[in-house]
């Protein structure tokens, strides 16, 4: 932002009396532009161009008319006795109200519109549920919202939404609201049930709403962000964004547990968390310490957490705005979010203070260029596309710190349904809902692409950083450990713990004769679809052995060994192989490459020759080589015996294997 600030005050300064007068008018031009209210379309329009975002939602539509991606359900609880005439009647006026609730979508001349119907008769859908238990209730509303979501629109029908009233007793009941995206976003949903809070009260009492008619309609909003993509402000933060996204890297390669699918079925699923009483008061201390939002800082936390595990220095995070910025569109139910992006920078050992005030800048440079539309951004930045993933992010973020208006209805008592969802929009997002006292959290990901228990430890991870930086604010990053104790030991110490008791009197290269005589046909080594049986490897290092008594190898005698490794190994991440090799009456040579920690499988060769061969898989590359002898440790590798080591190859040495799991801890 310093640079920014600079490079416009340099330019400022060369302008003339004359070129600065001009820029003056044309920005209070724009400023005046911003501020003009957005007119009302004419009565006889019937319909109206699609907004951006619909337009986007419409097209995902067209390939799939079955897609219940978009589909959004939420549900309330009213407890009390209803009046189902007062309720019918304040869905009604509610849709009547807004036009977008009674809007189809239809091809005109070869381009979509938003059609308009003058009425739309509106049915309360009613349910009979049976009331045993709190949990069997639970359970049962669960089910209906699912059935909800499952069941496709007709975005070419109107209306695009749907109430239905599940009946459990006489004064418990729950309304149930499913619509399409792409008439409404989440903050539609708190202006839906405002209104019909507001409405249903009046009616009850014999009066009609009292709400005013509404400034504008979003058939209105849509003709006007038409419009305003020739305005020049909106060339300047195009601008903005080609240079903010210059070269930002395609796609955050996350450690996923499956492989990405040819086409992703968006099946998602949730794991939650709590963030309670002390470390969320610590939490906001540490914010307003470093003058930054929460927003901000569970931002910052979140992208080290992704950084963590995929080492990428640079990568993006989308994240959501209401992008209501005009007083009248305030109270307007539509779908007006807008998506924007924040590049993140991770290279130079950046302490916390240096993170949080780098999300802080570009996060309120975004928001000062949050006018044009993502889609339009999309299309000019033309990024490479990809049906798999979705464009510039794949990882989301979502804060929310709107309180919960409680609703008053007459004699009712209203309780919003809190529901899992069954389907992800990205890879992976994070959520966080400040509470009375407790922050709630949760991480919606891709079922396609992980396992529960992976996300389960990532919330873990994500916990324990917060509260490491609550301890240790001034730390360097790269410093602060993302691993909870216990989860630490059992990478550590727990799964490490390898001893296993042998016969003191007996070599370890004796023991694999002797097992080759007990079990000369037992597998010694399983790679892929190649075996190596104990018999096998007693033969190939006793040639090994002999070959190398035959250069005049024996007790006290160093030996170079020069290893070219092959390993087909492929886990979707980079490859990297160890190998040791240790031989008997004395002699002891090693050479060691490692890259990361991930699966470990050791080899050993015996007789008077043994080898360890050990395969590794992890993401960072870091290569050693080392011969050690004994107790020391000799670096280089020595001129000596040409040994080629292919796992799973038969090449003259005898190879048995050992197993070990473990995973990569960042």
Known sequence: MNELNSNLAARMDR?????????????????ATRNARIPRRPLTMDSAPLSFAQERLWFLSRLDSENIFYNEAGAVELSGMINMTALQGSLAEIVRRHEILRTCFVEQVGKVRQVIIPESDIVLRRVEGQFLSDQDKTHQIERHLSAELQQPFDLGQAPLVRFTLIHFAQDQHVLMIGLHHIIADEW??????????????????????????LPVQYADYACWQREQLDDAALDQQLNYWRQRLSNCPPVLDLPFDFPRPAKSKHQGSQVAFSIHGKL???????????????????????????????????????????HRTKAELQPVIGFFTNSLVLRMDF???????????????????????????????????????????????????VYQNAKD?????????LSPVRMATESAKFDLALGIEEGPDTLTGWFEYDTELFQHGTMVRWAEHYLHLLQELVRFPDVPLTDCLSLPDGERHRLLQQWNDTWHPFPEVLCIHELIEQQAENSPTADALIFENRRLTYAQ???QAQRLADYLRTRGVGPDVLVGVLVAVAVGVSVGVDVAVGVGVAVGNGVSVGVGVSVGVGVSVGVLVGVSVAVAVGVSVGVNVAVGVGVSVGTGVFVGVLVGVLVAVAVGVEVGVKVAVGVGVGTNPM
């Open 15 to 31: 302008l003339s009396d004359q070129q600065r007068q001009a820029l003056m008018a044309r920005l209070k031009e724009i400023k």
């Open 188 to 213: 539609s949903i708190g202006i839906l049930l405002h209104e019909l809070s507001v409405i249903y009260n009046a009616l009850c009492d014999g009066q009609p709403s009292p709400l005013a008619e």
């Open 280 to 322: 969320a008061a610590a939490l906001t201390e540490l914010a307003r310490s470093h003058g930054v939002t929460p927003f901000m800082l569970f931002m910052a936390v979140y992208a080290l957490l992704l950084h963590r595990y995929t080492r990428q220095q640079d990568f993006c995070i989308g994240y959501p705005v209401t």
């Open 347 to 397: 290279s130079g050992r950046p302490t916390l203070a240096d993170l949080l005030q780098m999300v802080k800048t570009r996060c309120l440079e975004a928001q000062s260029n949050q006018d044009l539309p993502f889609e339009k951004l999309v299309e000019e930045l033309a990024p490479q596309r990809d049906r798999r993933h979705n464009p510039l992010f794949q990882v989301w973020f």
């Open 405 to 413: 208006t409680p609703l008053q209805l007459n004699g009712l008592t």
């Open 537 to 539: 490897l007693d033969s």
